[in-house]
């Protein structure tokens, strides 16, 4: 017996629901598809940004060129760019140029172009021959005031030699290379060196005693190293010269060569005369030390009058050169004056008082229509002395050149230069 379903209720199961009676459906959430995109899109963010980060992207960079020969084989971008040990910047990129050089460009610190000069020296190097290399920045002998600044050009000075650049240079070389001659001689160099182990080594143990002993001396090697250049150029000038002397010297040598037989001669000329002025000059020895001893006060006073003696010299060769004769002669300038008061005793008695040294009044070289000055000195015989009258009529000089001698004492009735 089956039994109705109630009124109401829902449809039994396998039924469809009956029309009228269907439950509303639930709305859609896009929430987690939205958190899953915003993960995605933030992790590639932080990946960008890491990457960019560590390529320098986000870095404010300064920009300089440096030319160098070669940019090295294995100078890539990015490389460290080093002043002092402290990393200042980055390669950023490298050009090749149509010369076989190579255009580096750098890409440095602003922060850090206050500690660098402008005149700053550039190498390129690394730690192995085998290693990557990087740019160093090496601070010249006289730094710059001004700064390293953006856009500026340097020379790179030195690119540290490579390992393929030592193999090229092996390969060029051997390529010149026979190889028999080679052989031929690495052959003779063995059987050179066969059996002779021990003296090698003797040698080289001399070698470095005589390097060990030379060792000291370096610093004095490099001083005269040094100053080799300047000593060169100056007997480069002095070339012409020494070889003007040296010519001189064998022009002298080959007359003496020549003239051996009378220089002979002359020495042997010379040893007699030596022989008889050592025999005149022992017999004579005390009375030429008698007459130097006699000459000493002669000598002091000439040398004390020396002055005075070149003075008068001087005066004697300024007189000689003056206008010659119009013909040989000899012209006398004399002349009538009035006579003086003759000598009389002991009023002009002489004596030795004068002083003052020497006096060169004047002299060498005296005015035109000049004379030099007089120069009065007590030696007791003063030709202006108060009482002389000067001009006198009546003299014995006059008398006796027109009366002959007269005996007896002058007449002088004016008692002219007597006592009382």
Known sequence: MTQSAPAGRGAVAGRPPLAGHARPAAGRNYLPPLLGLVTVVSICLIFAVAVGLFQGSFTESVPVTVISERAGLVMNADAKVKMRGVQVGKVASIEPLANGQAAIHLALDPSQLRFIPSNVLVNIASSTVFGAKSVLLVDPDQPSAQRLHSGQTLQGQHVMVEINTVFQELVSVLSHIDPPKLNESL???????????????????????FLAKLEPSLPAFRHDLSVLPAVSNAYADAAPDLLRTASNATRISKTIVEEQHNLDALLISAIGLADIGNDVLSTNRQPLTDVMHLLVPTTNL?????????CALGGLVQQSHGAPLSEPSINI?????????????????????????????????????TSPPQLIADVGANPVNFGNPQLLLNFDGLKQLLYGPLPGPPRNPAQIGQQG
């Open 302 to 310: 000439t040398n004390e009058y020396g002055p005075a003696l070149t």
């Open 187 to 209: 052959g003779a160099l063995a059987q050179a060196f066969s059996g002779r182990g021990p003296r090698l080594g003797q040698a080289l143990g001399d070698l470095d005693s």
């Open 333 to 369: 300038s004399a002349s009538l004056t009035w006579g003086a008061e003759r000598y009389r005793y002991p009023t002009n008695l002489p004596k030795v008082a004068a002083t003052g040294g020497p006096q060169c009044v004047g002299l060498p070289k005296l005015p035109f229509n």
